[in-house]
């Protein structure tokens, strides 16, 4: 199978060749470029061709085309900052009074710098990439945003305190969102990631996601001109996942650690949602092969029997400290227990 014939077959809840490998070592390339993280993230030639690179490297299926997680924030004004050994983080808020929020201007976006240079990467991307490999845009959801927009202290008390400006400040987020998604699916991308870490229950009550996330979603993923997958930043997802599967999302992330049994996971989502993970891209820094084979084949024998699973690190950026030989363990393994019929 070629990689998308794999990845849409997954999708499709059937059982390919073998399980999908999607790893995305956003900084790697720069490494071995030698070039700064500023000049590489900023040049969307070099970001797709690093995309190139790391796919034929470590032999995954699918392209993340993304550049970094504030280009949004960046996009409503935001100072990013660029560091050596890791990747740029929002400055400071740009929504310090609730008359910012009642003011507030979406970007435009085709004249905004930031979100043009990410859309240029895509179509560049799908222009040059070797094969029909799929792309998969990124988009923070309306709920998740705020937390760079305004500072996650100030930003919880906006949610407790005064829900008409949190409503305006989600309506505004929300035109954007899908704004940007579907530039992104016009520029190329196959479907786009919905990254949502605040609607897990690591970070805010299920009651409240259900009145705020959950909601959202439901509105949001099925105006998306194309597929959507639900990503939580490594959070919990266990205890929402019935909730998320009334969203309109084809697929779910799910946290590589804790309390998150797998196995229950692999029931709820069978048949229903593809399942994402479970790698975790902090623990993997000092992994050896021997654990990165151990460690894969427990994963594939809990999530990818009957299919639907795609195996990937848990929070959808893998640290530049992770190293080369622990990719390709990832994906050595991945092919040697992987191949379908599982073998349990």
Not at 129 to 157: C, H, N, R, T, W
Not at 260 to 279: A, F, H, M, Q, R
Request: negative net charge; charged residues 20%.
């Amino acid at each position: 199978m070629t990689s998308r014939e794999r990845i849409l077959t997954t999708l499709s809840h059937k059982e390919p060749d073998r399980v999908p490998l999607i790893l995305n070592p956003t900084m790697h390339p720069a490494r071995d470029l030698d070039i700064p993280l500023r000049e590489y993230f900023k040049s969307p030639e070099l970001v797709a061709q690093g995309l190139i690179t790391s796919r034929e490297k470590f032999g995954t299926d699918a392209y993340i085309g993304f550049h970094y997680t504030p280009v949004e924030y960046e996009a409503f004004g935001g100072n990013v900052i660029f560091r050596d050994d890791g990747p740029p983080n929002s400055g400071r808020p740009v929504i310090n009074t609730g008359e910012i929020i009642d003011n507030l201007q979406v970007p435009n976006i085709h004249e905004t710098p930031c979100l043009q240079m990410v859309l240029d990467m895509i179509r560049i991307l799908k222009a040059t990439s070797p094969d029909d490999a799929p792309i998969f845009g990124v988009a923070l959801s309306p709920l998740s945003l705020p937390v760079m927009q305004m500072g996650f202290e100030d930003y919880i008390k906006l949610i407790y305190t005064d829900e008409i400006r949190f409503q305006k400040l989600i309506a505004a987020n929300s035109r954007f969102f899908l704004g940007w998604a579907t530039a992104q699916i016009e520029a190329g991308a196959d479907g786009i990631i919905y990254y949502d870490p605040v609607s897990s229950p690591t970070i805010i009550p299920h009651e409240l996601y259900r009145k705020t996330g959950l909601k959202i979603a439901q509105n949001l993923i099925p105006q998306v001109p194309g597929p959507v997958v639900s990503a939580f930043a490594s959070a919990r997802v266990l205890p929402i996942i019935d909730d998320v599967l009334t969203t309109g999302t084809i697929g779910v992330a799910v946290w590589a650690g804790g309390n998150e049994d797998l196995n229950e996971i692999k029931v709820k989502c069978s048949g229903k949602l593809t399942i994402i993970g479970n790698l975790n891209g902090i623990e993997m820094r000092h992994w050896t092969r021997e654990q990165v084979f151990s460690i894969v084949k427990r994963t594939i024998r809990s999530l990818a029997l009957g299919g639907g699973f795609i195996m990937s690190d848990n929070h959808g950026e893998i640290p530049l400290q992770v190293p080369d030989e622990v990719l390709y363990a990832i994906r050595d393994a991945t092919r040697e227990y992987g191949g379908y019929p599982i073998s349990v």
